[in-house]
C-alpha cells in the first residue's frame, strides 16, 4: 500500500506555481511518499512576506487568551482518536521513520495531552510573571511600563530524529503571536504540515501566519533570504550545523541554537529494593527503547548506588530482561549496515574488557546492555538501545563521573527516595543538568521546562519599557491640570 501526501504549508503561494519532488519511505512492509516543494528564491519570499503581513494585521490584534483557545482547540482534535488527521500520522510516521506503530501512537496521544490549555497557561506563566505583558502595557515594579512583543518572525530549522518535536515551536511562536516558518527534515516532513493544517481548519486566519516548506540542507540561496527575514532562528541538530548557522546570522537575528545534548539516569540504592527493582528496570528500560535513544532526552548511561537489595550488577540483568520485553511490545527500526557494525564493535569490546560484561539481544542487534565496573570517561552510547551501567558508592561521585559531559548534558531521570531528593537534586545541578525528571519520564518533558537551560517563550519575544519620568512629566501638559 502506497500513501501520498504533500509535505508542506505554503502560506500566500499556489501549489499549482510550485515544483515538488518526491520522497519515498519504506518501512512494515508499507511505502509512503511525500512531496515536498522545490522552492525558488522568489517564491519563499512570497511566502515570508505573506505571513508577515498576517501577523502585522491579523496576530497583533489577537490577545494570548485567545491564542491559547485556538491552540486548545487543535489540540482536543489530536487528542480524538477518530481525527482524521491523527488516524493518518499514526498510519505514515512508523512507514516514515521506522519507529514501532503502537510507540508513534502512543506517543501521540501522551505528547498533545502536555498542550491543553491548562498546560499552554502553565507555560506562558513561567516566563511571564503577568502573562498581560504580551497584550497591553503593564507596570513595573521599578516605576513605568513595559510590555512583550512576539517577534514578527520566527524562523524554525526542524530535525526529523523525534516525531512531533516540531510541535514545540509552531505553539510557541503562536503563544507570542508570532509568524512562524519551519524548514523540515527529509528524516521526517509531514507532521508539521499536518499540523498546520489543523491549525488552518480551527482558525484560517492564525494559519495564515505558518508556513512548512522543505529545501536541500546547504541550499544557500533559500537559506540567506530565510535567515535576513527572520528575527530569530532556532534550529535543532548536530553542533557543526549549529555553528555553520550562526555564522551566517546576520547581527540583528537571535539565534537560538539546541545542538548535541547528552543524558543518562540514576538509581539510588532504595529503587532497587526487592519490591521495587522490577519497576525501577522496567521504567528505565522504556526511557532506553522509547525512540531507540536517537533523542537528546535519551540515557546513555544508569549511575546505580551500591548496597541495595538488588546490586547494580543484578539491576543490569533485570534490564537486559525488560529490555527484551520492550523489544516484544515495541520492536525496534530496521537499522543499517553502519549501525550494526557500530554495535558489534560496541559488543566485542566488553566481551574482552575484564570491567565490562555484556548482556545482549540473542538475535540481531536490537538491544544491548553493558554493565562497566570501572569509568575512565563517559561512555557515550552509540545509540540503537545501547546502554551502559555503572555502579556508584555515593551520589555525590556524579560530580566526577559526569565532569566531562558537562557542557553538554541535558536530562537526568532519577529514582530515589524523598529523604535523598534534595542532595541528589543538588548534585546534579551542579552537574550541569538543566531538566529532572521520574525515570520512565525522560522522553516526555512537561511544557514549560528550560529547554537546554534557557526561557522558552521568552527567547522569541523583545521588550518595549517605557520610563516612570514619561508618565511624571506628561503630566505637565494635561490640558485639564488644575
Known amino acids: 500500500m502506497t500513501s501520498l501526501y504533500t509535505g508542506a504549508f505554503l502560506t500566500g503561494l499556489s501549489e499549482k506555481n510550485v515544483t515538488f519532488t518526491r ?23 512570497t511566502i515570508i512576506s505573506s505571513i508577515k503581513h498576517q501577523q502585522r494585521e491579523y496576530l497583533n490584534g489577537r490577545t494570548t487568551s485567545e491564542m491559547v483557545e485556538i491552540i486548545d482547540e487543535v489540540v482536543q482534535k489530536w487528542l480524538n482518536p477518530t481525527y482524521e488527521l491523527r488516524q493518518f500520522a499514526e498510519e505514515t510516521l512508523p512507514v516514515i521513520t521506522g519507529y514501532d506503530e503502537e510507540m508513534i ?12 490549555k491548562p498546560y499552554l497557561q502553565r507555560m506562558i506563566e513561567e516566563d511571564f510573571t503577568n502573562p498581560l505583558v504580551l497584550d497591553e502595557f503593564r507596570p513595573r515594579r521599578a516605576g513605568g511600563l513595559t510590555r512583550a512583543y512576539g517577534a514578527e518572525l520566527i524562523a524554525h530549522i526542524f530535525s526529523g530524529n523525534v516525531p512531533g518535536l516540531p510541535l514545540w515551536g509552531l505553539v510557541s511562536s503562536l503563544l507570542v503571536k508570532s509568524a512562524a516558518l519551519g524548514k523540515v527534515s527529509s528524516e521526517e516532513p509531514l507532521f508539521p504540515a499536518l499540523f498546520a493544517k489543523s491549525i488552518a481548519e480551527v482558525d484560517p486566519d492564525a494559519a495564515k501566519a505558518l508556513a512548512v516548506v522543505w529545501w536541500k540542507g546547504g541550499t544557500v540561496s533559500l537559506e540567506d533570504t530565510l535567515y535576513h527575514n527572520a528575527q530569530v532562528v532556532t534550529a535543532y541538530g548536530a553542533d557543526q550545523t549549529m555553528n555553520e548557522i550562526s555564522s551566517r546570522l546576520p547581527a540583528h537575528v537571535r539565534f537560538v541554537p539546541h545542538g548535541h545534548k547528552v543524558s543518562f539516569g540514576v538509581l539510588a540504592k532504595e529503587a532497587l529494593s526487592s519490591s ?13 527503547s522509547w525512540f531507540d535513544q536517537q533523542g537528546c532526552l535519551s540515557p546513555h548511561v544508569f549511575y546505580v548506588e551500591k548496597d541495595g537489595d538488588f546490586s547494580p550488577k543484578d539491576f543490569t540483568r533485570l534490564l537486559a530482561h525488560e529490555m527484551e520485553n520492550f523489544q516484544h511490545k515495541m520492536k525496534s527500526s530496521e537499522l543499517t549496515a553502519e549501525e550494526v557494525n557500530a554495535i558489534r564493535r560496541v559488543r566485542t569490546d566488553a566481551e574482552f574488557n575484564k570491567d565490562k560484561e555484556v548482556i545482549a539481544s540473542e538475535k540481531g542487534a536490537s538491544w544491548t546492555v553493558i554493565h562497566q565496573e570501572q569509568q575512565t570517561a563517559f561512555p557515550l552510547s552509540v545509540l540503537n538501545r ?11 561521585e556524579l560530580r566526577e563521573k559526569t565532569s566531562d559531559i558537562r557542557q553538554y548534558v541535558q536530562t537526568a531521570g532519577i529514582s530515589c527516595p524523598p529523604q535523598k531528593l534534595q542532595q541528589l537534586i543538588y548534585t546534579l545541578g551542579d552537574c550541569g ?8 519520564e525522560m522522553s516526555l518533558p512537561e511544557p514549560g521546562w528550560h529547554h537546554d537551560g534557557r526561557p522558552n517563550l521568552g527567547e522569541f519575544v523583545y521588550w518595549c519599557d517605557v520610563e516612570s519620568s514619561v508618565e511624571r512629566i506628561t503630566e505637565l501638559y494635561d490640558p485639564d491640570r488644575d
Do not use: M
Open 23 to 45: 520522497l519515498t519511505y519504506e518501512n512494515h512492509g508499507r511505502n509512503v511518499q511525500i512531496d515536498v516543494p522545490q522552492l525558488e528564491k522568489s517564491q519563499l519570499q
Open 105 to 116: 501512537r502512543l506517543f501521540l496521544a501522551n505528547y498533545f495531552r502536555k498542550f491543553r
Open 276 to 288: 521495587l527493582a522490577w519497576q525501577s528496570a522496567q521504567r528505565a528500560a522504556k526511557d532506553v
Open 386 to 396: 545501547v546502554i551502559t551501567v555503572v555502579p556508584i558508592d555515593t551520589l555525590s
Open 433 to 440: 543538568v538543566n531538566r529532572i525528571c521520574s525515570i520512565g
